[in-house]
Every structure is written in structure tokens, then in C-alpha cells.
């Protein structure tokens, strides 16, 4: 493994910086960390059409899987915050669906990651398990 905690949460702090986010001002950015060492990472994406806008770990979800990488996922960094102001403020955590995205990522992988919240004060460090409990998963289609 090449990356750290603190590698991947600044991996995470330079793809908010990336982010398309002109009606909300607030960016997001995720990184990825997988066992092999690579390191994948996505901003958040809005559209005028709210309902199409992408959360940065789904766009990171979106980078990995057609890029062909089935790896072990072991991490994800997540911050966030208004423009000039990342990282400050409470910590930001994936939303539902992101949660959804990063736990098929883990299972294919058998995984369970840490999830880095990143925050103003604090990193929130809880497992994928935790934020996600009794996942749906490619298990459960058979």
C-alpha cells in the first residue's frame, strides 16, 4: 500500500478542487484507496437538473469500475465545503446513495473500508459496515 491516511485525504482535498458545483458553491472530493496501492478519486458534478448531479464518490465509483478495477478497496477519504472553505465545519459523509455505490465496490473485493470523514476539527473514522449496515449487495441477486 503507497498511500496514508493523510496522502489520501489530501488526494480527496485536491479532487474537490475539481468540482463542477455552480448552484450549491459546495464541493466535494473523494479518494479511493485500494490495496494494489492506486488511488482513484472524483468531485462532485451538478447539473441544473438537481436530480442529475453526481456526489464524488459516485464519480470516483464510476472511474473505478470502467476502468476495469475489481481490487480490494481499503479506504475512502471524503471532504467537503463551501468554495474557500473546505474541510471546515462538521465532518462530510457519503449520502445513501454514495454509501450504496462504495459498498458494491467493497463486496467485490470482500471489504469492509475505512471511511474518513473529514471535518473542520475532527476526522470521523468509521467502517463502510457502519455507515451501510446489512448492505444490498451482487450476493443477494443469486
Not at 493523510?6 to 485500494?34: E, K, N, T
Not at 463551501?82 to 457519503?94: F, N, T, W
Request: a negative charge.
Amino acid at each position: 500500500m503507497s498511500w496514508t491516511k493523510d496522502s489520501l485525504i489530501a488526494a480527496a482535498r485536491d479532487a474537490a478542487a475539481g468540482a463542477y458545483a455552480p448552484y450549491s458553491q459546495f464541493h466535494v472530493g473523494a479518494a479511493l484507496g485500494f490495496a494494489d496501492g492506486s488511488v482513484v478519486t472524483g468531485a462532485n458534478v451538478e447539473n441544473a437538473s438537481y436530480g442529475l448531479t453526481l456526489c464524488a464518490e459516485t464519480v470516483a465509483v464510476g472511474k473505478v469500475l470502467s476502468a476495469g478495477l475489481r481490487g480490494r478497496l481499503e479506504a475512502v477519504a471524503v471532504i467537503g465545503g463551501k468554495a474557500g472553505q473546505l474541510g471546515r465545519g462538521a465532518p462530510v459523509s457519503p449520502c445513501g446513495r454514495c454509501r450504496q455505490m462504495l459498498s458494491e465496490v467493497a463486496q467485490l473485493g470482500d471489504s469492509d473500508p475505512t471511511v474518513w470523514c473529514v471535518g473542520g476539527d475532527e476526522v470521523l473514522e468509521i467502517r463502510l459496515s457502519a455507515l451501510l449496515p446489512h448492505a444490498f449487495g451482487p450476493a443477494n441477486l443469486t
